[in-house]
Every structure is written in C-alpha cells, then in structure tokens.
C-alpha cells in the first residue's frame, strides 16, 4: 500500500508551460518606463514549470491520496460531515453568483442580495434571532464577531467593569482562543458528574464582572444542557449575556431554538449543520444572529428592503464596524440556502431526527465492547473512552488509526478534554443502518484486535499510503516549504 | 417532506433503531429537552423545493444579477476579474478534496496536506518569506491577524496603519484592535501614498507593528525603501499587504525589509463570488513561526522512513493552547489555497510574469487614454500596477450607471472611504481586458458632459 508522490517542485522542465494567455493588444512601453527599476523584482520567480496534463496528473494523484465524505462514513465528532449535496454545488458555479463584484451597484446584484435576505430569514426562524449578518467567514469568526457585539452592548451602557466570558470545561478550543481575542479572561466552569455544566458552579462564578456565558448546547459530550434555564437566568440576573455555539445545531432543528433557551446571540457553522462541504479546512461559514436588543452592534452592511428592493444597508452608527472585507463566504451561502430550500421545515426536523437516531444507535452498539462514560440518551454525537483499551496498550489514537486501515474516517479523538482517550463520534443523518453496523462491527474487531496483540495496533496503520506519521519530528524541527538545494 | 434523497434511513430502520436503542419512540429521544424550551409548533420555513424546482429558483436568482461574463469589469480595488484557467475547479471539483475536513488523521489526508505544503512553498517564493500558513478568511482578516501578530512578537500594542491601506482591511483591523483594547493610529497621506515623513515622526518604542500595502489601495507602488530600517530602529515590525499577482514583477518584500507579509489571494484564480470565499495570505519570517495563526502543513517521515506531511507547530493552536494560542482561527480557506497552489502551478513563472507585465501595460495605457480627456485627470502622481485612481467631471454613480447601460462595470467610487477625495474613481484593468473594450471605455468616458 505504500507509495511515495513527487513534489511539484520535483517535477516538470524549465520550458514548459501550463497555460494559454492572449498576446497584449495594447502598445506597450518599456517596462523600466512604467515602474523604476529599484521597485522590480531582481531575481526570476522559481516556481513549477510544467504542461497541463502533468498538472491535473499531480493534482488527480494527489486527491487519490485523501479520503472525503463521498469516499466513506466520516464520524468525526462536533464535525457534522454529513453529505455535501450535489445541487448547491452546481447552482453557487452558476456565473451570476461566482463572477459578481462584491463594490458592483445595488441595481446589478438585486438576486444576491434577495437570497441573502431570504437565507436571514430562514435563519431566524431556524434558532429564533431576530437579525443575522452573514460576514464571519467560519464559526471561530462568528464567536469573534459575537463576542464583538457584546462588548459593544456593554460598553454601550457604560458597563466597563465586564471583563470576564465563562466557558464550560467541555467547551471546543475556539471559544477560550476567542475570549482572550475579544480582550476578555476566560473563567473556567466546571460539569458535574452528568457530564453536564455545573449550575451550582456556574451561580457561584456569575457576578457582575460577568459579560457572557459561551455555551454548545447540545455540549461536546452530545448532551443537552436541561439546566439551560435555570443557567441563563442567573447569567441574566447579572447582566450578562448569553452566546451560543452553533456548532452543534444538527442535534435539534425543530425540537427547539436557542432564542426560546435564553440565548442572545448565536453563530451557526453553515459548513456543518447546513451541508456545505468543508474543504479540507475551509470555506465555511459562520452567520451570527442577535435578539432585537443587540441589533444596533451588528456589524455593517446589514441587508434590507425597501418596497421590492434590496439593498446594503451601512446606516448603523453603533455597528462593531466590519469583520470581513466583503460580506462573508457568499458562495458557500448560497449553498446552505438551496440546502435550507429543499429541506423544508419537515426536512431540516428529519436531520435532526435521523441524526440523534443514527447517534442514539451507534452508542447502543459499542457500549456492547466499549465504555461510554456518559451513559444516557445522547443527541447528535457521543463519547467514548478508550481508557480500557489504553490500560491494554493501545488507546484512542490507536483505535483511530486502526479505522484508517478499514476504509473509515475515524471519529475525533482526545476531545472533549473532559474525558480521557475520548473518542467522539458523530454518524450524521445522511448514513444508512448498514454503514453503522459495518463500523460497529470492525470496532468490535479492533476491540479483539487489541485484546489479542495491542502492540500491532499501536503500530498502525497498515494499509495507508504512508505509515504512522511521526508528528513529535515534524514539530521539533519544523519543515514548512520546499527548498532548492535541499531537493 | 423535502430532502428525502439525502436521509437514507427508512421508517422501518427507524422503527427497528428505536427498538435497539430500548426506546419506544423518537419522542423519547429528545425528553431530554426540557418543555419550556421544546418549540411547540413546526418551523415555518416555505415549502421545500425538488431538485429541479430549487435550480430553478436559484437560477432565477443569478440571473438577476450582472456578472463578469455579461459585463466588461473595470473594478477592482481587492477584488479583479483577472483570468482563471479551466484547470483549477477540475481540481477542486475533486470530492476527496472538497467533502473533507481538516487534515487531522494525516496517514488519509496526504492530498490536502501535500498540496497545503505545495502553497506554502509557493507563497514563499512569491514573497520572500521563510514560512507561510495554510491561508486566513481573507486578505482583511490577514491584515488584522499580521498586526496583532507584531503586538505579540513585541509585547506591545500599538500598531500604525497607512490610510494607503485598503479601507476595508482598516475597517477589519481597528475592529479586531479596538475589542482587545489595543490602540490603532492612521498614517497620512502624500500624493495617495504613505508620507514617510510623518511615519517617521509617528514612530516610537511604543509601537508594535507599521502596515502598509503594495502596491497601495490607489493601484500606486510604494516608495517603501527606507521605511524598513526606520521600523526596525524602534524594534518594530514590518507588516506589508501585498497583491501575489504583483509580486513575480515587484520587489518581494523580503528585500525591502518586511517581517510579515499578508494580502488577498483572490487573483490566484478564484472566482469574485460577491466578496467571498477570498484568500487571506499569512507569511512571515521564521522567527515569528510562534506568533504565526492558522494551520501549517510540515514535512515528516513515517516509521519507515518515508517522506509524509502533517499538521505541525499545533501548540500555537486553540485546539492545545485554547485561551493563550496565537488566535482563534480553525477552519480557514484550505481548498480556496489548493486552487491557488493549481493556479500557481498552471501559470509557472513565465506566465505569472506575463500576467503581471500585460496588468501594467493595460491600466497605463487606459490611464493614459483616460486622463488625456477633458475633464479627467490623474488623482495621484506615480507609477501604477494594476489599476489608479482618477478625477472624473461629475457623480461617479452617474457615470457608473451609464457605463452600466453598456454593460460595463465601471470604478469604485472613493468618497465613501475617502471624504476628501470627492468625485475620484479607481479603475482596475487586468490582463483579461482587450484594447477594444478598453477603448469603448475610453469613448464612453470621453462622451459623457
Ligand atoms: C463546538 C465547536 N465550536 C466551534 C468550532 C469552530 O468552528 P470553525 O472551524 O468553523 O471556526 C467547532 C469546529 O470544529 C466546533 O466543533
């Protein structure tokens, strides 16, 4: 199974071209004429050179070597890779979404500003915000940009003395990153042994130092936080505000909104929950919606109508400002709005459906072999603990690594922090009965695999293109590029 | 119900699920969810569509709009109707790469990782820099993250930015610094550049990073030789925003003295799309790998000795770091990259070098022919690349829509970004434009008052 790839700087021959470009029809003046020589490039550019065919031929082979969602089952936990549907790739191609000018006048954009507006209000229904701007550009960008307007409202009141976000243990690396961006500390709220925050800690950390709450309801864990409630009413109480993470909003389309829990502001990873495929690390999106309180900080251009016309609207003197150049990912907007438009509302409420089955069931076949330290009634994804498996001499990094090697994506492993050797899966609703039964039955193996000689799982994989990838190495002494004369 | 074909489980399957989990219904599944939260009604959202009804739809959508292919686009100003060879979404196009996430089981992912890699060399070459990273949201998020970036590197918080910044990468950037409580200052202008002189005055051993773009909002390319010392004189960092397409013709960075270099990849051969997925560019020296956001892709070996490509440096990363990581970014633009890298690739340096020679040799003729009108003159002295920006003889808008009735996409206007410069387009002219619709611009112009 091993096979070595060349680089594309190994490859090609000084010569040879891959591209085809008109002669210049215009007179042309002496280079030197146009820009003084001290501002020009001295030394010739080095790059690749090579034909077309050996182009796609790199690339092809590349693709080869990397598994998607359409190569097989993808459990990866707080990921939500469910399938990336067809149709919302063909329409974002059309010419009259991908080659418009983002500075083009509002009489020459009319559809895209029409689409933005319905996506909104699609949006709005969907978590109950009574505005959403589409800017943040992935879900990291939306917790920035939520956190943003917060500030705002609070400054706004002339509460300056709001310095701190709380954050559950549970809580996924991008909110505190995001806290400490945002100017805040980040205070810690631990969960009890439900595996859910703490409310008793949570009343105890709230005081009036207190800007929000960051909270993943259904949290890391797949559980929903029942103490929702109580949780936001304390947070409430003492002026602060609520964020939600959107991240896992697969679990509850239909059953319930973060607008009815007591949220205030919410991002959404389109990129999950709304079927755009993630593009081995991006575009996503991340629209971020607001209760009518926080309206005014949005950031600036919202969208709006005036009779049937749409229209940019900058007209909000207490907007954060911008935070993307533009007005966010369109393109992959227009993808999760096709993908709202053909769910329906009975649609979007099936996902959510078959999403919690699919994970309710998945959990119910490996608690057969393994240990499932939050034993109950999960949503969208659960965790599993590999601490036993670990005691035997291969744990969860292992156990992912032996997935590899039976055509599978392996679920997230060591998150949440809270559980050691976790592994987090997450089947989606777009997988059938029999993809599930076909993991469980190779965890199961792998299960016996350890069991019986544990050292060769912790060697694996076997059957992939290159062998375990020794990662402590590529961070001790870092190779980032190519270069020449090292070949 | 809509979305069937996506949903493969069946009522049986359900049914016989529900039976394995030990629960009689779906309903069970969600008593979790306590009843003062559960929405008591079904979601209103409009009926759903067939596939067929949704491409219609959406169709009916894009057809509403103008476009790059039935206009003639003189706008730019960080966004270019440059051209993109048929190459790239053939690649992209490719599920493997487009239906994953990130890399983070790299033994699966060598293709993404590999080709992250392959960009990252590129990006390097182009301008000079040690290290680059696997992309930011865009070329305003990378101006941000640069500057904050020097803030770190230094432990100061101060950042000077040249008003011949893109108006929106400021916007971006005072945002991101007023919410951390670091403190922004704007740097005047001379002639529609960075004036130096009063640079040098603003500068202190307050001051974490200077920002400046090349070639400058206003299409001009810089003076920026002595800045670099004056920067490092107080121990500051060189932030520069760069146009990639500019740079197989201009001084990379590196040689003038920059210690970061951002900018927008968009004109590596990605689609305008109304202003996003764009290319953020992150590249920097090495010293400040540590400071440096976003993934990066590193050479490695597996227990056998072959060569392989891993996510590395991660302890700079909030998934490791969370509240004391370098920044908060996760998902980035990773296949927006993997297109540039093919464009990059397909292009080589003699094509990237023609494209840049044929983008200057068309806006100075059209700058040229325009400002030989009656009328119209040049706002700003100065060698241009790719576009500069004009006095016209009335309302920009007017103008822009009469050009529209034409199908052309004309200037930006600049007013809005710069009060004082009322009645200023900025006209970007790419290689893709022809004498011929160069000279109809020029006509229209010269008819127009
Ligand atoms: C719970 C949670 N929050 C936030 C994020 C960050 O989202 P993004 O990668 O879109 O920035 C993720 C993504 O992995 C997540 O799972």
Request: aromatic share 8%; hydrophobic share 40%.
């Amino acid at each position: 199974m091993r096979k070595s790839k060349a680089l594309i700087f190994e490859m090609g021959r000084s010569g040879r071209q891959g591209y085809s470009l008109p002669s210049c029809d215009v007179p042309e003046k002496p280079v030197d004429e146009l820009l003084p020589k001290k501002m020009q490039r001295s030394e010739p550019l080095e790059l690749p050179e090579l034909s077309e065919v050996e182009i796609i031929r790199h690339f092809t082979e590349l693709s080869t070597r990397n598994f998607g969602v359409d190569t097989g089952f993808y459990p990866l936990g707080s990921c939500t890779m469910k399938y990336n549907p067809k149709t919302n790739e063909e329409v974002a191609a059309l010419p009259g979404f991908a080659f418009m000018h983002p500075c083009q006048p509002p009489e020459t954009t009319q559809g895209a500003l029409e689409l933005l507006y319905n996506m909104e209000e699609g949006l709005k229904e969907l978590t109950a915000m009574d505005r959403f701007t589409m800017q943040p550009a992935a879900g990291a960008h939306g917790e920035l940009t939520g956190l943003m307007v917060i500030q705002a409202y609070h400054r706004s009141r002339g509460d300056h003395k709001r310095n701190k976000v709380l954050i559950p243990l549970s809580a996924h690396g991008t909110n505190p990153a995001t806290v400490s961006m945002a100017g805040y500390e980040v205070v810690q709220v631990p969960c009890d042994d439900r595996g859910l925050v703490d409310l008793e800690a949570l009343k105890e950390a709230v005081d009036d130092t207190t800007a929000a709450l960051m909270l993943t309801n259904p949290s890391t864990l797949g559980l929903f936080e029942e103490e929702i409630m109580p949780m936001a009413k304390a947070v409430h109480e003492a002026g602060g505000l609520l964020y939600y993470d959107g991240a896992n909003l697969n679990a509850i389309m239909g059953y319930a909104r973060p607008g009815d829990m007591g949220f205030d502001v919410v991002h959404l990873n389109i990129h999950k929950t709304l079927a755009t495929p993630h593009g081995g690390g991006g575009p996503g999106g991340g629209p971020v919606g607001v209760k009518e309180r926080l309206t005014p900080y949005l950031p600036v251009p919202l969208v709006d109508k005036k009779g049937d016309e749409y229209f940019f609207n900058y007209d909000l003197p207490d907007s954060i400002g911008k935070v993307h150049s533009f007005y966010g990912n369109f393109g992959v907007a227009v993808k999760a709005y096709t993908y709202m438009r053909m769910m329906g509302a009975g649609g979007l409420k099936q996902a959510s459906t078959d999403a919690v089955i699919n994970a309710n069931y998945l959990m119910s076949l490996l608690k057969k072999t393994y240990h499932v330290p939050y034993d109950r009634i999960c949503k969208h994804e659960f965790v599993v603990s590999a601490r036993p498996e670990k005691k035997k001499g291969a744990g969860a990094g292992d156990i992912a690594k032996a997935l590899l090697d039976r055509n599978f994506h392996p679920p997230t492993v060591y998150f949440p922090l809270i559980v050691e050797e976790a592994l987090m899966i997450e089947p989606t609703d777009t997988e059938a009965k029999e993809t599930l039964d076909a993991f469980a039955a190779v965890m199961e193996q792998i299960s016996r695999d350890i069991d019986q000689d544990a050292e060769k799982v912790a060697h694996g994989p076997y059957n992939t293109v290159v062998g375990r990838l020794d990662e402590v190495r590529a961070a001790r002494s870092p190779v980032m590029r190519w270069e020449k004369d090292k070949g | 119900m809509g979305g069937k074909h996506y949903l493969p489980l069946t009522d049986q399957d359900r049914n016989e699920m529900l039976a394995a989990i030990g629960v009689k219904s779906v309903e069970d599944l969600f008593s979790d969810i306590p009843k003062e939260v559960r929405l008591q009604r079904e979601l209103e959202l409009p009926p759903a569509l067939a596939e067929s009804e949704a491409i219609k739809h959406l169709s009916s959508l894009a057809s509403k709009n103008k476009h790059f292919h039935n206009c003639v686009s003189f706008m730019g100003a960080g966004v270019y109707d440059h051209f993109i060879p048929s190459v790239i979404k053939h690649i992209t196009g490719r599920s493997e790469f487009y239906t994953c996430y990130t890399p983070y089981q790299p033994e699966i992912s060598q293709g993404v990782l590999q080709a992250i890699f392959e960009y990252q060399t590129m990006i390097c070459q182009l301008t000079g820099m040690d290290v680059a990273n696997a992309s930011m949201y865009d070329g305003g998020t990378a101006v941000a993250e640069g500057a904050v970036m020097g803030c770190g590197a230094t432990r100061r918080s101060k950042a000077l930015v040249s008003r011949s910044v893109s108006p929106f990468y400021r916007a971006v950037l005072k945002n991101y610094f007023h919410s951390r409580g670091l403190e922004l200052e704007e740097i005047p202008l001379r002639d529609g550049c960075t004036d130096t002189g009063e640079l040098e005055k603003m500068l202190g051993d307050d001051v974490a990073s200077v920002i400046l773009q090349q070639p400058n909002f206003f299409g001009l390319v810089e003076e920026i030789g002595g800045v670099a010392d004056m920067v490092h004189n107080h121990k500051a960092v060189l932030v520069i925003s760069a146009d990639p397409l500019s740079l197989p013709l201009l001084q990379p960075p590196a040689e003038y003295g920059a210690d970061i270099v951002v900018g927008e990849g968009q004109g590596l051969g990605v689609p305008a799309s109304f202003g996003g997925p764009l290319l953020g560019i992150m590249a920097s020296r090495s010293k400040f790998v540590r400071q440096l956001p976003g993934r990066i892709a590193g050479e490695t070996v597996d227990s056998e000795g072959n060569r392989g490509y891993v996510l590395t440096l991660q302890t700079r990363e909030q998934h490791i770091r969370r509240e004391k990581a370098a920044s908060n970014i996760c998902s980035n633009e990773a296949l927006v990259a993997l297109g540039a890298a093919v464009y990059m690739a397909a292009m080589g340096p003699q094509g990237m070098r023609e494209v840049a020679e044929q983008c200057l040799q068309k806006a100075a003729y059209t700058r040229e022919s325009i400002t030989a009108l009656k009328g119209f003159e040049n706002a700003f002295p100065g060698p241009a690349f790719k576009e500069f920006a004009v006095t016209v003889p009335g309302d920009p808008a007017e103008l822009n829509r009469k050009l529209l009735e034409k199908d052309i996409l004309g200037g930006v206007d600049l007013a809005p970004f710069y009060p004082e410069l009322n009645n200023v387009m900025l006209f970007a002219v790419t290689e893709k434009r022809t004498r011929e619709e160069i000279d109809t611009l020029v006509r229209e112009l010269e008819g127009w008052k």
